[in-house]
């Protein structure tokens, strides 16, 4: 009973150097999210893929890109890492983009920039 | 500019009671609303959730209100217990569940 899986749990880069954080989700979900929440802030929307084959800017997709593998894993890279991007990263999925579905999380990945 | 405002940073209830956690937003286009629980080094898990044409949607011992007039929505939980003790975040959207903007959060200490 999975649900979202994200890898790694944790990890720490230099800055300049590069990352993918990977999502998987077992439930057959259409959507899925990259969020990602920093010290007394809600988790904010970095980019989100309604279907498979789309991808769409969230709220803060700067220094970041994704890839909508299969209907299964959708992956965000950090090209370039910055100390800025030192975060606690979430994936989500959900059912049905057009129809209120609430999203699933995974555990997340915490991640250091030094 | 944040549209969910979760103005309590904590709060805490003894066992038993009743808790309540209040969000206000500012868009007036928001039409879904959800609150999600949150312990530490997990994910966020859903517990409720409200459209824009309802005013309350109960599951259980949570109670969720909305009032659209004053952009203010409300949990409720009756009777507290201790395993509810986390951070409950306040969530909406204006794209059918897309799009999620979130509160800061409001840590619940239920006390036995």
């Known amino acids: 009973n999975a649900g979202v899986t994200q890898t790694p749990k944790f990890q720490v880069l230099k800055t300049g150097q590069s990352m993918t954080l990977q999502c998987a989700q077992d439930?057959?979900?259409?959507?899925m999210y990259w969020y990602r929440q920093d010290p007394g802030m809600g988790l904010r929307l970095i980019y989100y893929?309604?279907?498979?084959?789309?991808?769409d800017k969230g709220e803060v997709p700067n220094g970041y890109n994704v890839s909508r593998l299969n209907k299964r894993e959708f992956s965000l890279r950090l090209e370039s890492a910055a100390p800025s991007q030192t975060s606690v990263y979430f994936c989500?999925?959900?059912?049905?983009?057009?129809?209120?579905?609430?999203?699933?999380f995974g555990d997340g990945t915490r991640l250091s920039i030094l | 500019d944040q549209q969910v405002k979760q103005n309590s940073p904590s709060l805490s209830v003894q066992e038993g009671r009743i808790s309540i956690l209040n969000c206000d937003y500012t868009?007036?286009?928001?039409?879904?609303f959800l609150w999600y629980k949150k312990y530490p080094a997990e994910g966020p898990t859903f517990l409720i959730s409200?459209?824009?044409?309802?005013d309350k949607n109960e599951d259980g011992r949570f109670t969720v209100f909305l009032n659209k007039s004053a952009k203010h929505l409300s949990l409720h939980i009756v009777p507290s217990q201790p395993g509810d003790s986390a951070v409950y975040f306040c969530?909406?959207?204006?794209?059918?569940?897309?799009?999620?903007?979130f509160g800061a959060g409001t840590i619940l200490r239920v006390k036995s």
């Open positions: 989500a999925s959900s059912e049905n983009p057009r129809d209120n579905q609430p999203q699933h």
């Open positions: 439930m057959n979900h259409n959507s």
């Open positions: 893929s309604a279907s498979e084959g789309t991808t």
């Open positions: 868009n007036s286009m928001f039409d879904y």
């Open positions: 409200i459209s824009s044409i309802k």
């Open positions: 969530a909406a959207s204006a794209e059918y569940g897309n799009k999620l903007v």
